[in-house]
C-alpha cells in the first residue's frame, strides 16, 4: 500500500514538470507553424494549402497510421508539383 502512496506522491511532484515540458513542445510546434505559414504566404501559395494538414487531421482521427501518410504523401505533392497550390 505504501507503494501506491510513494507512487501518488511521485506523480503529484511530477505534474508541474510534466506541464512545463508539454508547454515547451506546444509552444515549439506553433512556432514552427507561424513559421511555415509565414513561408507560403511569402511564397505565394494559395490557400489549398492548408487543406494539407486538414486532411492529414481527418485521416488520422479514424487511424493514426493511414493519416501520417496521407499528411507525407500530400506534402510530397505539394512541393513536388507546387504549380497545383500556387495562387
Do not use: R
Amino acid at each position: 500500500m505504501s507503494w501506491i502512496a510513494n507512487l501518488g506522491n511521485g506523480l503529484i511532484k511530477q505534474i508541474p514538470v510534466l506541464f512545463a515540458k508539454i508547454g515547451t513542445v506546444l509552444i515549439f510546434i506553433l512556432t514552427v507553424g507561424m513559421a511555415a505559414g509565414y513561408f507560403f504566404a511569402l511564397s505565394g501559395y494559395s490557400y489549398l494549402i492548408l487543406l494539407v494538414p486538414v486532411a492529414g487531421m481527418a485521416a488520422m482521427w479514424q487511424k493514426l497510421d493511414e493519416g501520417t501518410l496521407v499528411f507525407i504523401v500530400l506534402l510530397a505533392i505539394a512541393f513536388l508539383f507546387p504549380e497545383f497550390f500556387l495562387g
